[in-house]
């Protein structure tokens, strides 16, 4: 085999990269066809390429290789045995072992151009194992009053820790609940001793204060609270998302602190709060019972079945609630009633810990529906294809919509 056939190889390996990234000439193409025509070999080679193992599966392999290194080190090994005195059966082999070094450097070489005349992206996600995107789990962190950081979901089932007279404790069914120590004496000011529980993306939890006030934790939100309550007021801070079943108590009001913005006010009830700082606004739902809702423009009482919205720029609006779309995290749902497509999406990033990208106008678009948040990711977005037509993929932990 001579040398010119053997660069051939080179040519032709470039041809049929050009062919699988449609880069191709015209003339380019007719002298591809003329290869390919030559025998059944060659075109069995392009539908090999072609398969959907080669181009998703083996081509990744290709990557790992150090094409031109490659190319330098089969060309120094051929000029090397060219040059020496071969025995018989050396030569006898020679021309094989040329074929197949040329077989291989087409297959690497096609690698390599496909992987070179990607975009940047493309070369980028190429390099990306595929990540399957599941639903959420229970999962947080309890930090406590001195900074100690409790991984909750490793955390073992029983008394986690004992702080001034007050017990954590990781109960059956993995929600924490506080409890009394019942230790004799007289118990430490536990006031001012702080826990804040914190949810990450990815996450949902539920607590047992230590009056007996039953929160639910969405996900991205954190929740600080006393060790006990002793003062003539129940105070916590809210950041994100929580539902709140407030333990009665007429002498001593519930207070929910959303930073500086907002203050409700309970005696016990039953009532939910939505308040991302990436949100436009801050909603308080009330499920029953009775609710002051108050910030620095105005307050108003709401009732049940009633929303209290707060734009942070103009008094308090009251309008009807959905309870179903609003209680739809906690029941194990995704509940849209001509939501725009780029608000859903915000709810189920936080939900499955992944970034969204848009592109041309993708995400405004309205959706309906309803879809059982512990499916993996890829339901979701199914649907929305089906009843928008908008398309998606998936890179990594980064989902693109695309009209």
Known sequence: MSNKKLYDSFHISKLLAGKLSDTLTAAEEAELEAWLDRNAGNREILERLLSENIRDGDIGLLLEFNVENALRNMKARIAHDRDHDLRSERTKSYPLRIAVAATVLIALSVGFWLYKGKPRKEQLSLRVKKIEITPGVNKAILVLSNGT???????????????????????????????????????PDTENELNTLYVPKGGQYQVTLPDGTRVWLNAAS????????????????????????????????????????????????????????????????????SVKVSCKNSHVIIKPGQMAVNNLKEPLTIRNADLDEVMAWKNGLFVFN??????????????YDVDVEYRAGAGQKKLRGIVSKYKNITELLDNITITSGIHYKIEGRRVILMN
């Open 149 to 187: 950081k409790i991984d909750l979901q490793a955390a073992q089932r029983g008394n986690i820790t004992n702080q001034a007279g007050a017990v954590v404790r990781k109960e059956a069914d993995g929600k924490i609940a506080y409890r009394d120590a019942g230790s004799a004496g007289t118990q």
């Open 222 to 289: 954190s929740l600080t609270y006393p060790v006990a309550f002793k003062g003539k007021e129940r105070q916590v801070k809210l950041a994100g998302e929580a539902y709140f079943e407030v333990a009665k108590n007429p002498e001593k009001p519930f207070h929910v602190n959303v930073g500086s913005k907002q203050t409700v006010e309970v005696l016990g009830t039953h009532f939910e709060i939505k308040a991302y700082d990436d949100d436009a606004d801050i909603r308080t739902t009330l499920l029953e019972g």
């Open 338 to 351: 001509d939501e725009r497509i780029e608000d859903v999406l915000k709810i189920a990033a936080r939900w």
